[in-house]
């Protein structure tokens, strides 16, 4: 299967970002997975006004893949209104690592296009998992 391009994962997360709820930061984050089959999950932060119930785009993107039975993912990118571009937050990184695994690429970018790209590995270089079960 014929990955996608970059700047093509990048805009499916852009298009996700869009559907954001976010009425107390107004801080809006699209994400969109690659699975190794073609198929990619998108995901936007959900706000809540208990901040704890608040889910992350990763997380969303992340939840909608597992939920259907996908598996094997390739790639994640987030992307948000930011000065650099925007990597997950520790949570999301453990959830990252936990369900793709440590060569998991992120692809981390802003609205004007710049991005990075780093393994899941460089995020969470001291992950908590089932070792410690």
């Given at each position: 299967?014929?990955?996608i391009?970059?700047?093509?994962?990048i805009?499916?997360?852009?298009e996700?970002r869009?559907?954001?709820r976010?009425?107390?930061?107004?801080f809006?984050?699209?994400?969109?997975v690659?699975?190794?089959?073609?198929r990619t999950?998108?995901g936007?932060?959900i706000?809540?006004s208990s901040?704890?119930?608040t889910?992350?785009a990763?997380?969303?993107?992340?939840?909608?893949?597992v939920?259907e039975?996908?598996?094997?993912f390739?790639r994640?990118a987030?992307?948000?209104?930011?000065?650099?571009p925007?990597p997950?937050?520790g949570a999301c990184r453990?959830v990252i690592?936990e369900?793709?695994g440590r060569?998991?690429e992120?692809v981390?970018?802003?609205l004007?296009g710049?991005?990075?790209i780093?393994?899941?590995s460089?995020?969470?270089?001291?992950?908590?998992?089932?070792?410690f079960?």
């Amino acid at each position: 299967m014929r990955a996608i391009p970059t700047n093509e994962l990048i805009d499916i997360a852009r298009e996700a970002r869009e559907y954001a709820r976010a009425p107390y930061s107004n801080f809006k984050v699209g994400a969109a997975v690659e699975c190794a089959n073609g198929r990619t999950f998108t995901g936007c932060n959900i706000e809540n006004s208990s901040y704890g119930s608040t889910l992350c785009a990763e997380q969303v993107a992340l939840a909608k893949a597992v939920s259907e039975g996908a598996r094997g993912f390739v790639r994640i990118a987030v992307i948000a209104d930011a000065d650099r571009p925007i990597p997950p937050c520790g949570a999301c990184r453990q959830v990252i690592f936990e369900l793709c695994g440590r060569e998991m690429e992120v692809v981390m970018a802003k609205l004007d296009g710049q991005f990075e790209i780093r393994k899941a590995s460089e995020l969470l270089p001291a992950p908590f998992d089932q070792t410690f079960l």
